[in-house]
Structures are given as C-alpha cells and as structure tokens.
C-alpha cells in the first residue's frame, strides 16, 4: 500500500531539490550552519529571492531556522534526505536484481556460444 502523505512529503522534497540554487544552499549548509546573509553570497540575486528558497527548503522540511538573539541561522535538516534515500532504495534493489539476472543470463549465452564453437571446431576435425 502506498503512503500518501509520504508520497506528498517526497513531491515538496523532489520539488525543493529541483532548484540548482536550492541545492547550492543544501551543499553550504553540509559544512555548519550559516545566517541568511552568507548562504546569499555566492549568488548574483536579491535577499527576497533568496530568502523565498530558504522558504521553499524550510517548507520542504530541508532546513530549520534557528534564533539567537538577532542572529537568525539555518541549519540542514537529515529527514527528508533519508526518505528520498529510503524510497530510492526500493528502485535501487530492484535494478540490482534484474541486472545480476541480466548478468547470469549473457554468462550462460557465453558459455554456450562457448561449448558450441568448441563442439564446431571438434567435428570439423
């Protein structure tokens, strides 16, 4: 049975991720936490605009804001990333098999393509 509300948090997740912008700010976030005014740096955009995908990532669950004092810092957040790596892990499982399938079946062709030349070159004798 299919888990609607996970399938739900997986779509704001995917969608959350789908931004290159949203990534980078996930990529800084790895190495600490960071204030609003940093993870703006790198990118040639106004605050608003960042600050809509820090609201984008938060809404996602991506990021926490935390408050001290005035310093408003946001930290990554592991869960949605785990259950995008869970739900990968199903599909991931499954093309293991079919390609270990896969690989058994062109090693039984090879070893009959194998025998038959051998068999071939033996009556040609």
Known sequence: MIDKK???NLSVTFAALADPTRRAILARLQSGEA???E????FAMSMPAVSKHL??????GLIARGREAQWRPCRLEA???KEIADWTEHYRRF????LDRLDE???ELQLKEKNNDSNSKQSDK
């Open 79 to 81: 869960g949605p990333i």
């Open 55 to 60: 609201k984008v990532l938060e809404n996602a």
């Open 95 to 98: 093309w293991d098999e079919r």
């Open 6 to 8: 996970a399938q739900d």
């Open 105 to 107: 079946y062109l090693k």
């Open 35 to 37: 204030s609003v005014t």
């Open 39 to 42: 993870l703006a740096e790198p």
